[in-house]
């Protein structure tokens, strides 16, 4: 440092200037003085605050990332708090707000969510905004048990009508008696309508609104892949307990039926190659 900004720097804080001369050397005697502990407390005072800028610094990571969507690296930085320290009611709080927030979150996430919670109101009861995120929770998680059930409970009845069509041999003569899920039928027509919307605008050279469509289908491409990717990863094996008990003893019946779940499999394939096997192809309008 330069001698005069050492000698303002310590000018201001009204402390004379120490140099290396200043410095007398001597053996540690480790005998507890009044010196070393206060040593010692500087220490364990200075480590942890410098832990609190950490978690602090963490905390603000965590709120940019849950604003841009970003639900998994906020995980992190929560993972990374209670990785630090186990003291903080926030880190907790915010882990399971994630979750919660998180559309796909599984049950078995929101059961997570719901033992942070718990930590963070064991930690500090009378927090009200805890409370609230634990009675959030409870209507999320009551909502998330009723939309796989329904889901479940769609699925199979529209494998269960497939099959009786084959049998009568009246899929033979007309394919749209096949049975798909409501959600599968508003996708098609989606399609369907982005197909004709980019024709018209094509040929009325309107190129601004091309290339709008364009983007549009890219977003309702995707959103489509990630739908169908629920129906890909249905595995009757592995369907949570709490679900199980919800559903139906007939419903569970037709779980375990083979003829159904080969259906439910062929399902699957058929509408994955409708909806993305002849995707629209966007280079040509744009």
Not at 60 to 84: F, G, P, S
Not at 160 to 189: D, G, Y
Not at 260 to 284: C, H, Q, T, W
Request: overall charge neutral; aromatic content about 8%.
């Amino acid at each position: 440092m330069d001698p005069k900004r050492k000698e303002g720097v310590f000018k201001d804080f009204d402390l004379k200037s120490i140099y290396d001369a200043d410095v007398v050397r001597k053996e540690k005697d480790y005998k507890g003085d009044e010196c070393e502990i206060d040593t010692s407390n500087n220490a364990l005072l200075l480590l942890l605050l410098g832990l609190a800028a950490v978690v602090n610094i963490l905390l603000n990571m965590y709120c940019a990332y849950m604003k841009l969507h970003h639900y998994k690296v906020a995980i992190q930085c929560c993972d990374e708090i209670t990785r630090l320290t186990t003291l903080s009611a926030e880190a907790y709080f915010r882990r399971s707000q994630i979750r919660t927030c998180n559309l796909k979150s599984t049950y078995k996430e929101l059961e997570m969510a719901e033992e942070d919670i718990n930590v963070a109101l064991g930690k500090k009861p009378e927090e009200a905004k805890y409370r609230t995120q634990f009675e959030t929770l409870k209507k999320r998680k009551a909502e998330k048990l009723a939309d796989d059930k329904k889901f479940i409970e769609d699925i199979l009845t529209c494998a269960k009508k497939c099959l009786e069509f084959k049998k009568t041999k009246e899929i033979a003569a007309n394919t749209t008696l096949m049975e798909v899920p409501q959600e599968i039928k508003i996708m098609r027509v989606i399609k369907d309508k982005y197909a004709d919307c980019m024709e018209f605008f094509r040929d009325t050279e309107d190129n601004k609104q091309v290339l709008l469509t364009v983007k549009d289908y890219n977003e309702f491409s995707v959103s489509s892949y990630q739908k169908m990717m629920r129906y890909f990863k249905l595995n009757p094996s592995t369907l949570e307990p709490q679900l199980l008990q919800e559903l139906a003893i007939e419903t569970r019946i037709l779980l375990n039926d083979e003829n159904i779940l080969r259906e439910i499999s062929s399902i699957k394939v058929r509408e994955a190659l409708m909806l993305f096997g002849g995707m629209i192809r966007v280079d040509k309008f744009s």
